[in-house]
C-alpha cells in the first residue's frame, strides 16, 4: 500500500479531498517533490501534515477508515511472509536467492506496516493492530502451507495476484494528472513484478511448471492447481473479461486471439469489499 493508492481510495468516500487539499496539482505536486528529498522515514509525517491541512484537528471516520483498511491488508501479509520464513519446517531453499527473495517481499510489507501505522499516528489516531491470530490455512484449505514449500508459494500466488487486482491504480480517472498517473503506473509495476517472481519460483521449483508471470488463466484456479481460489480470479470484472473499453478482444479485426489470450491480456481490479471478503478465510 502506498500515499497514491491511499488518496484513491480516501477520493471514494470524499471526493472533495483534493479541494480541500488546494489546489490540488500544487498540493500534491509539493508532497511528491519533498518526499524525493527526504528520507522515507519523514514521509509518513509529511502525509500526515496534508491530512491536518485538508481537515483541521479532525480527521473524518471515512478517511480514516481508508488508512486503517490498507492497514489491515498490509499486517496480513506481512505476517504471512515473516511467519513462513521463520518457519523451521518450511525449509525455504537458498538456491537461486530463494530465501533471499522472501526476505525481500517480507521486509517491504513491513516498511508498509510501519508507514501506514505512523500516518495513522501523526493524524491523533490509534492504528488497527495486527491480529493476535490468523489462520493461513483458509479454514484448512490450505493444510501444509508452513510445511510445504509448494503449498506456501502457491498461497503467496494467490495473495499476490490478488494484491496486484486490489491496488491497481484507476488509471483512466488519472489522465491529465502527470505525478498521480506516473506514480500509479509505476506502483502497479512494482506490485506486479512481485506476483511474478513468486510464480517465477513455483515454476523453477516443479511446483506449477506451466505457469507464467501473469495470469493467465481464470478457469482452472489460474494456474495454481488450486480451484478452490478460483474467487479470488471473480469479482465484478473477473479475470475472464475479454472486453476492454467496450471492445471484444476476441479475434480483434480477424486476427486469431483466443478467449486465453485475450483475458491475459489485462488484469481486472477488485473492490474494497471484493478484497476483504476473499482476505476473510485468512482470520482477517
Same mark, same amino acid.
Do not use: C
Given at each position: 500500500?502506498?500515499? !497514491?493508492?491511499?488518496?484513491?481510495?480516501?477520493e471514494? !468516500?470524499?471526493?472533495?479531498?483534493?479541494?480541500r487539499l488546494?489546489p490540488?496539482?500544487?498540493?500534491?505536486?509539493?508532497?511528491?517533490?519533498r518526499?524525493?528529498?527526504v @528520507?522515507?522515514?519523514?514521509?509518513?509525517f509529511?502525509?500526515?501534515?496534508?491530512?491536518?491541512?485538508?481537515?483541521?484537528?479532525t480527521?473524518?471516520d471515512?478517511?480514516?477508515?481508508?488508512?486503517?483498511?490498507?492497514?489491515t491488508?498490509?499486517?496480513?501479509?506481512?505476517?504471512f511472509?515473516?511467519t513462513?520464513?521463520?518457519?523451521?519446517?518450511l525449509?525455504?531453499?537458498?538456491e537461486?536467492n530463494?530465501?533471499?527473495?522472501?526476505?525481500?517481499?517480507r521486509?517491504?510489507?513491513k516498511?508498509?506496516?510501519?508507514?501506514?501505522k505512523t500516518?495513522i499516528?501523526?493524524?491523533?489516531?490509534? %492504528?488497527?493492530?495486527?491480529?493476535?491470530v490468523?489462520?493461513?490455512?483458509?479454514?484448512g484449505?490450505? %493444510?501444509? !502451507?508452513?510445511?510445504?514449500?509448494?503449498?506456501?508459494?502457491?498461497?503467496?500466488?494467490v495473495?499476490?495476484?490478488?494484491g496486484?487486482?486490489?491496488?491497481k491504480?484507476?488509471a483512466?480517472e488519472?489522465?491529465?494528472e502527470k505525478?498521480?498517473?506516473?506514480a500509479a503506473l509505476?506502483?502497479?509495476?512494482?506490485?506486479a *513484478?512481485?506476483?511474478a517472481k513468486? *510464480?517465477?519460483m *513455483?515454476?523453477i521449483n516443479?511446483q506449477a511448471p506451466g505457469?507464467? @508471470?501473469?495470469i493467465?488463466?481464470?478457469?482452472?484456479?489460474?494456474?495454481t492447481?488450486?480451484?478452490a481460489v478460483?474467487?479470488?480470479?471473480?469479482?465484478a470484472t %473477473?479475470?475472464?473479461?475479454?472486453s476492454q473499453?467496450?471492445?471484444?478482444?476476441?479475434?480483434?479485426n480477424?486476427?486469431?486471439?483466443?478467449?486465453t489470450?485475450?483475458?491475459?491480456?489485462?488484469?481486472?481490479?477488485?473492490?474494497?469489499?471484493e478484497?476483504l471478503?476473499?482476505?476473510? %478465510?485468512?482470520?482477517?
Amino acid at each position: 500500500m502506498n500515499i !497514491v493508492n491511499i488518496l484513491e481510495e480516501i477520493e471514494k !468516500v470524499d471526493g472533495e479531498v483534493y479541494e480541500r487539499l488546494s489546489p490540488r496539482r500544487t498540493a500534491m505536486k509539493d508532497f511528491f517533490s519533498r518526499s524525493s528529498k527526504v @528520507a522515507m522515514a519523514a514521509m509518513p509525517f509529511a502525509l500526515g501534515s496534508m491530512f491536518n491541512k485538508a481537515y483541521g484537528a479532525t480527521i473524518p471516520d471515512k478517511v480514516l477508515n481508508v488508512l486503517q483498511y490498507a492497514l489491515t491488508l498490509e499486517h496480513l501479509e506481512y505476517r504471512f511472509y515473516a511467519t513462513g520464513y521463520d518457519a523451521p519446517t518450511l525449509m525455504i531453499p537458498t538456491e537461486m536467492n530463494q530465501k533471499a527473495a522472501i526476505q525481500m517481499i517480507r521486509d517491504s510489507e513491513k516498511k508498509h506496516v510501519d508507514f501506514l501505522k505512523t500516518v495513522i499516528t501523526s493524524v491523533g489516531a490509534t %492504528p488497527v493492530a495486527e491480529k493476535a491470530v490468523y489462520d493461513f490455512t483458509a479454514k484448512g484449505t490450505f %493444510p501444509t !502451507v508452513f510445511s510445504s514449500y509448494g503449498t506456501f508459494l502457491a498461497v503467496a500466488q494467490v495473495l499476490e495476484d490478488t494484491g496486484v487486482r486490489a491496488y491497481k491504480g484507476r488509471a483512466g480517472e488519472l489522465l491529465g494528472e502527470k505525478v498521480f498517473l506516473t506514480a500509479a503506473l509505476g506502483i502497479h509495476a512494482v506490485e506486479a *513484478r512481485h506476483a511474478a517472481k513468486i *510464480r517465477y519460483m *513455483r515454476a523453477i521449483n516443479g511446483q506449477a511448471p506451466g505457469n507464467k @508471470a501473469w495470469i493467465s488463466n481464470a478457469t482452472n484456479g489460474n494456474d495454481t492447481g488450486i480451484p478452490a481460489v478460483n474467487g479470488n480470479y471473480g469479482g465484478a470484472t %473477473p479475470e475472464s473479461n475479454v472486453s476492454q473499453a467496450g471492445v471484444t478482444i476476441t479475434n480483434i479485426n480477424g486476427f486469431a486471439i483466443s478467449a486465453t489470450a485475450a483475458a491475459a491480456a489485462f488484469d481486472e481490479p477488485l473492490t474494497a469489499a471484493e478484497v476483504l471478503a476473499l482476505v476473510a %478465510p485468512f482470520g482477517v
